[in-house]
């Protein structure tokens, strides 16, 4: 009786577990979490659904991100962006970039990021993202 016990307390926590890392996996939020690996790529949002893209970025350099084109933002509106420092006491290390956008309705947006210095305008970019977002 005690090992069929001690089986089921086991069973127990490795069902709670599993439900727990599952919870992690998805941040336990209505946000998609996409990376530069996307890039190229197409998601699908639900309506009211985030999008977060991070992006690698070193504001010590001067260069920061910034969109360059939103397709359509009465489909996918972009509501935030913020630069995330790095966490070391190394000067000059680099951060990354987040950038929250809201599904509005059904639809299709293409958005584009550059990152580049401000006042580099006519100099290409020294990285693009490109993202097509299909929302159901």
């Known amino acids: 009786m005690r090992r069929v016990l001690w089986v089921v307390f086991g069973f127990i926590l490795v069902a709670s577990v ?35 893209v991070t992006l690698d970025s070193n504001a010590s350099t001067g260069y920061s991100w910034s969109l360059a084109q939103n397709s359509d933002d009465s489909v996918l509106n ?26 509005l309705k059904k639809g299709t947006s293409s958005i584009s990021m550059v990152y580049r210095r401000s006042w580099e305008k006519d100099t290409p970019p020294a990285k693009t993202f490109d993202l097509t977002v299909v929302v159901k």
């Open 78 to 103: 972009e509501t935030g962006n913020k630069y995330l420092a790095p966490q070391t006491t190394l000067v000059g290390a680099g951060g990354k970039e987040e950038w929250t956008f809201k599904a």
């Open 18 to 52: 599993a439900v727990g890392a599952g919870a992690a996996c998805t941040g336990g939020s209505n946000n998609l979490n996409v990376d530069d690996s996307y890039s190229g790529k197409q998601v699908e949002l639900a309506v009211g659904q985030s999008l977060v």
